[in-house]
């Protein structure tokens, strides 16, 4: 009694109605080991013998489990025979099967029931064990594929391997589920049994290559017929038809994949695109918007938020612009990789849609932060001007307080002779003050009108107070010379006055008129912007304290008259009223203006000083900023040239091209602290309101531009190198045709006139038609430019082994059983649910008479493949 047992997942012969195996299964084992025996060119006659020696034995199991056993012995003796035997045996147990009561002994010795128990558990493990359909393994998985095969066919009803094949119809439905062409299953009977099993057993072995095993007479004139020997002979039908439907759906869940993929590829691309020029057309209205504000603090605040977008929003979205190229690039390569229509994006978001929008984003960004940093320098002048506006009208107003009422009192009608002349030279005085005052009044009026000039927010404002001031001015003009006119009427009636207080008046008046002007232009403001001006003016103020020396002997020879009139006066007993009648000044006034220039003069020197250490500062930011600048413009353009050379270098391969690329890119990340660094100290120069920088010819601005370019030219020559290795593994070219495509392209790229100089060269010889062709093919969209990814593609286009519609349909046409439309049911039967529900909520349906419920166009979705892509 042989019995055996199988390790792990799979069948055990207990999982069968009986284990017993006897001399009626030889037969059809042997024309099972036949059919792969002769695969090497032998096979057997008898069972018990032919393997007795084990060397068609150990051959059988190479050719049923394409492995190589261990070499067998080529000796007669009965011990060569068992040591090939039990290679045999070990070999089996290798795989699973755990062997009880079988010895190598009894397979030499010829035992019939070891030997047929022996090729049943290598049937069991290699023909049935590795049957697996919906879950179901062994003799479950294939009695549920042959139910799932034959189940539309009348009469058929497949519940065993014994009675349910006794009538030969189960085989026919399965011969014709798979090959309608070989059997006509409408003209078959039930009652014609013996026909139907011979009819199945020739079309197999003739057409199917499955040798007959089994004997119609006997399957028929049997109760129940043997279960091993029809389960042997149908496993074979498995084999045939399940391999086919398996390469079937292998093929189409492979196209399906990529299809998704790229379509996913195709909608990340538009989503990015759509984002990215939504972005663009938010941020040029605002970058175009170059209305000033009014004041000093809102026009820094829109500098600030110039900066913020140059730091923070600008950049995610350079990175943004570059991804994009880069996913359109390995989009379309992975495209025609997959004999793919190339991708066009919706209207509007190309490629070069998104460079000409970006294009235009930097043409409106160009001029706006020097239009900002004007504005501001305007306002700064506003603001200065206002404040100095102001100040000279302090000044001028609280001079003209009450003179009008002084010029319009009529004291000189009851004054005396004596006080008729004082108040004669009095006028004269204050004429000449006036006149003194004239350069002040037209400084107002010349402020006013720069001020309008350079559309100063609250010029109704300045131009009020200076017309009131031109209007008075004018008043007061025309009531001094009503005065004058009147004191000259009278001035025959009247005495000279004392000669010493009218030279005093003479003297104490200009004196006066310098100290205020010098005090005047002691508390004037200033607004400098380099060293230079500031020691300018620093220099005029020294030049000023030198005339102090000279302004003081003035001081003390007009102080001296005022003295000589005292002397006079108590030397002939004179009682002086205390007031020079020529003059408002007293030697008071004059002594308390001159202290109050003494006092300002030191206050001046401190002002100036404070501002040229902010000078010296300014100018210290200027050379830190220029140090920097200096060092990295050059670093950037270096790398831009280093980057040049390895995409055109061939002495290495792309792997290596790729790492040196990274390690570029890996310095150039490193770097980006020097930039940020330089950012900082140009922040510091804008809020010091630095406008010139003579140590450098490098702008912030040159060095931001330079880096994007930097940044985006690594990545795309890494995404150029990428889709290289993608194309060389897809293609399968070599490194050394690599490295020739790229000698050929470099030297056509190297010449003086390029390719097109290759163009003439190709018209002078005839070729213009097919030099044209190659053209369209490299330079699709006739820009005049071909990249090495273009020319890689002609070179390797017609060696391309890639899937076609013809070879999907052929795949969809095994799956529908050769019928022109394929079922709900057969997609999700043959195919994963996810490639299955791909196929069916894309298919259309098909038309057609008679034609059952859930059929599926697969022919037109085929081509649709590999036709214009929807997105």
Same mark, same amino acid.
Not at 443 to 465: C, G, P, S, V
Not at 597 to 615: F, G
């Given at each position: ?28 084992f ?58 045999a ?14 010895g ?20 069991l ?31 058929v ?8 094949w ?15 062409d ?13 026909g ?62 990529v ?41 820094q605040?829109k ?9 923070v929003? $600008? ?5 943004? %612009? ?38 235009? #984003? ?7 932060e ?5 504005? +501001? ?14 100040? $000279?009208c ?13 010029l ?54 300045i131009?009020?107070?200076?017309q ?16 004058r ?33 010098a ?19 620093i ?13 003081? $002997? ?21 009682? #002086? ?5 020529y ?6 006034d ?7 220039v003494?006092h ?19 100018e ?73 920088? %003579?140590?450098?010819?490098y ?14 030219? +690594? ?39 390029g ?34 990814q ?38 999700r039967r ?22 059952p419920?859930?059929? #599926?166009?697969? +022919? ?12």
């Amino acid at each position: 009694i042989w019995s055996c047992e199988t390790g792990g997942v799979g069948v055990s012969p207990s999982s069968l109605t009986s284990n017993y195996i006897g001399p009626e299964h030889s037969s059809t084992f042997t024309a099972w080991c036949n059919s792969h025996l002769r695969k090497a060119g032998t096979q057997i006659e008898n069972i018990e013998e032919d393997f007795r020696n084990g060397l068609k034995l150990m051959l059988l199991l190479e050719v049923i489990s394409g492995e190589r056993l261990p070499k067998p012995d080529k000796g007669k003796m009965r011990f060569h025979k068992i040591a090939n035997v039990n290679k045999a045996l070990d070999f089996i147990a290798s795989k699973g099967v755990k062997l009880v009561s079988i010895g190598a002994e009894e397979i030499v010795d010829g035992n019939v029931k070891m030997t047929l128990g022996m090729i049943w558990t290598i049937i069991l493990r290699f023909a049935i064990q590795d049957i697996s359909v919906e879950e179901t393994s062994a003799k479950e998985g294939l009695l549920l594929w042959c139910q799932r095969k034959t189940a539309p066919y009348r009469n058929v009803n497949v519940q065993n391997f014994h009675i349910s094949w006794k009538d030969g119809l189960a085989l026919c439905a399965l011969i014709h589920r798979h090959r309608p062409d070989l059997i006509d299953y409408s003209k078959l009977r039930k009652d014609d049994p013996i026909g139907n099993l011979n009819t199945a057993f020739e079309v197999a072995e003739k057409f199917l290559d499955i040798p007959k095993m089994l004997d119609a007479e006997d399957i028929v004139n049997t109760p129940k017929p043997d279960e091993k020997a029809i389960m042997t002979y149908v496993s074979c039908f498995y084999h045939a038809f399940a391999g086919a439907e398996q390469t079937a759906a292998n093929r189409i869940c492979k196209v399906l994949a990529v299809n998704q993929e790229n379509e996913r590829l195709m909608e990340e691309y538009e989503k990015l695109a759509s984002e990215l020029l939504e972005w663009i057309r938010r941020t040029i209205p605002w970058l175009e918007n170059r209305v000033a504000e009014q004041t000093m603090r809102a026009m820094q605040q829109k500098l600030e938020d110039f900066r913020d977008y140059r730091r923070v929003h $600008k950049p995610p979205r350079v990175q943004e %612009k570059c991804q994009l190229e880069i996913n359109f690039n390995t989009l379309q390569t992975k495209l025609r990789l997959s004999n793919r229509p190339a991708f066009m994006p919706s209207e509007g978001k190309m490629v070069s849609d998104i460079a000409n929008a970006w294009k235009g #984003l930097e043409q409106v960004e160009k001029g706006y932060e020097e239009w900002l940093l004007t504005e +501001i320098r305007r306002l700064e002048r506003l603001d200065h001007l206002a404040e100095k506006f102001k100040q $000279k009208c302090n000044l001028h107003e609280a001079w003209t307080a009450g003179k009008e009422d002084l010029l319009t009192q009529k004291d000189y009608e009851s004054a005396s002779l004596m006080e008729i002349r004082a108040l004669m030279r009095k006028h004269e005085a204050f004429e000449s003050d006036l006149a003194a005052h004239q350069d002040r009044v037209e400084q107002i009026a010349a402020i006013a009108q720069e001020l309008n000039e350079l559309d100063y927010h609250d010029a109704a404002t300045i131009n009020a107070r200076c017309q009131g001031i031109c209007d008075q001015w004018d008043n007061l003009g025309t009531l001094t010379q009503k005065r004058r006119d009147a004191l000259e009427r009278v001035e025959k009636l009247w005495e000279t006055i004392d000669q010493l207080y009218l030279e005093f008046a003479k003297r104490a008046a200009p004196f006066n008129n310098w100290m205020d002007g010098a005090t005047e232009d002691l508390q004037d403001m200033f607004i400098v912007h380099s060293i230079e001006e500031i020691q300018s003016l620093i220099t005029a103020h020294d030049q000023f304290k030198a005339t102090l020396p000279e302004a003081d $002997k003035e001081r003390m020879a007009t102080m001296g008259i005022q003295n000589e009139i005292l002397k006079i006066a108590q030397t002939y007993g004179i009682k #002086l009223s205390g007031i020079n009648p020529y003059t408002n000044l007293s030697p008071q006034d004059i002594t308390n203006k001159w202290e109050t220039v003494k006092h300002l003069v030191p206050l001046r020197d401190q002002m100036l000083q404070e501002e040229l250490a902010r000078q010296q500062a300014n100018e210290r930011l200027r050379r830190q900023f220029a140090a920097q600048a200096n060092i990295i413009g050059p670093w950037i353009q270096t790398k831009m040239e280093e980057i040049g050379h390895v995409s055109v270098d061939i002495s290495g391969s792309l792997e290596e091209q790729m790492n040196n690329l990274k390690q570029y890119e890996q310095n150039i990340i490193n770097y980006k602290s020097n930039i940020d660094k330089l950012e900082g100290d140009h922040q510091l120069i804008q809020e010091a309101l630095i406008f010139d920088n %003579k140590h450098t010819n490098y702008t912030m601005e040159h060095i931001r531009v330079g880096w994007e370019q930097l940044l985006t030219t +690594i990545a795309r020559t890494i995404n150029e190198v990428e889709n290289q290795i993608l194309t060389r593994d897809a293609k399968g070219i070599s490194q050394e045709q690599l490295n020739e495509f790229r000698a050929s392209f470099n030297h056509f790229d190297r010449v003086s006139m390029g390719w097109k100089a290759f163009k003439g060269e190709k018209n002078k010889n005839g070729g213009e038609v097919e030099f044209a062709r190659i053209m369209t093919l490299v330079d699709p969209n006739n820009t005049g430019v071909v990249t090495f990814q273009a020319f890689i593609d002609f070179m390797t286009r017609e060696t391309a082994e890639t899937d076609t519609a013809e070879q999907v349909m052929a795949s969809f046409k095994i799956l529908a059983s050769d019928k022109p439309y394929i079922t709900v049911d057969e997609l999700r039967r043959e195919l994963p649910p996810e490639q299955a529900e791909y196929c069916i909520t894309r298919m259309t349906k098909y038309i057609g008479t008679d034609i059952p419920p859930g059929a #599926l166009d697969y +022919i037109s979705f085929s081509s649709a493949l590999y036709g214009e892509s929807d997105l």
